[in-house]
């Protein structure tokens, strides 16, 4: 078993002969266009979150700590993005970060527009416009479209429960392509609005 593992292992990782399935051969990999932003100096962009990490340290009473993925502004109005990677079929979202994403959309909405989206993807190539991930928008959370689960189904003890999880089926499947034309439409009724 051991040895099956590594060379499957060998497999994935192996750059220079991949070896593909009758399935795979016929599929017809795109690629988007070039990306709008780039990270020109990754060492720079990496040594600033290490900086950031540094700022909470033992002996402190505050703990923990996330990051806002994306954020999206045009003429006051907002597209939030939240990207959680599936482990066996679900995302894990902090509750404290799931609280203030509720806060934040609903202040928001007050005055202006704002559409905050959680995305679960696998490891997958975002410049790929084929590519498949799922989400739902905060919309969905708030009216329990999407289940508040604390505690796995599937019985996978997995320590505090401070955390909501979010099973793959509950979420809407799309490709990136999609999710890009989501943005863009928000984009579009932004114009509008003002």
Not at 68 to 92: P, R
Not at 113 to 118: A, H, R
Not at 141 to 146: D, N, Q
């Amino acid at each position: 078993m051991v040895n099956d593992t590594n060379e499957f292992i060998d497999t994935i990782y192996e750059k220079e002969n991949p070896i593909h399935s009758e399935h795979n051969s016929k599929q017809i990999i795109r690629k988007s266009p070039k990306a709008k932003y780039q990270i020109f100096d990754e060492s720079e962009f990496t040594r600033g979150r290490e900086v950031l990490g540094n700022l909470i340290v033992h002996g402190m009473i505050a703990s923990g700590g996330t990051d806002l993925d994306w954020l999206i502004e045009h003429k006051g109005s907002f597209v939030i993005l939240e990207f959680k990677g599936f482990h066996n079929d679900k995302i894990n979202i902090p509750k404290g970060q799931m609280i203030a994403y509720e806060k934040l959309h609903e202040k928001l909405n007050q005055s202006t527009k704002c559409f905050l989206y959680i995305v679960g993807c696998d490891d997958i190539d975002f410049s790929n416009p084929d590519s498949t991930i799922w989400i739902f928008e905060m919309t969905q959370w708030k009216s329990g479209t999407i289940p508040k689960i604390t505690n796995d189904v599937y019985g996978e003890d997995s320590g505090r429960q401070n955390k909501f999880i979010v099973y793959r089926e509950y979420m809407e499947e799309i490709s990136v392509e999609k999710l890009r034309d989501v943005i863009d439409f928000h984009w579009k009724e932004f114009e509008r609005i003002m």
